[in-house]
């Protein structure tokens, strides 16, 4: 059974950071690629960023280009997303993805998710 479980969300203050993990288990993580979506409060699902399965190709959201570092560890089945100068309207839930293919995508979309990770920017 494919499982995804985010974790490291939790409440900081505008400008500050955060640590996004998920942690995969049950197929060969190595084989795919996989992606960071959000969900604000009261708004539809948002693409931020995607990784190719051996983690050299990354793509990134506009909104969150230059702030955000997405990465994998394939010995340890983990993908990462490091979040920088966080705002406000970074606020929400995070989930990653399993991916379909090998690629880093560019929109939302997985056939398997995680619960997600709640996010708080607030001072």
């Known amino acids: 059974e494919v499982q995804l479980v985010e974790s490291g969300g939790g409440l900081v203050q505008p400008g500050g950071s955060l640590r996004l993990s998920c942690a995969a288990s049950g197929f060969t993580f190595s084989t795919y690629g996989m992606s960071w979506v959000r969900q604000a409060p009261e708004k539809g699902l948002e693409w931020v960023s995607s990784?190719?399965?051996?983690?050299?190709?990354?793509t990134y959201a506009d909104s969150v280009k230059g702030r955000f570092t997405i990465s994998r560890d394939n010995a340890k089945n983990t993908l990462y997303l490091q979040m920088n100068s966080l705002k406000p309207e970074d606020a929400a839930v995070y989930y990653c993805?399993?991916?379909?293919?090998?690629?880093?995508?560019?929109?939302?979309?997985?056939?398997?998710w995680g619960q997600g990770t709640l996010v708080t920017v607030s001072s």
């Open positions: 990784i190719n399965n051996g983690g050299v190709s990354t």
């Open positions: 993805t399993k991916r379909g293919g090998k690629i880093a995508y560019t929109n939302v979309g997985g056939d398997a």
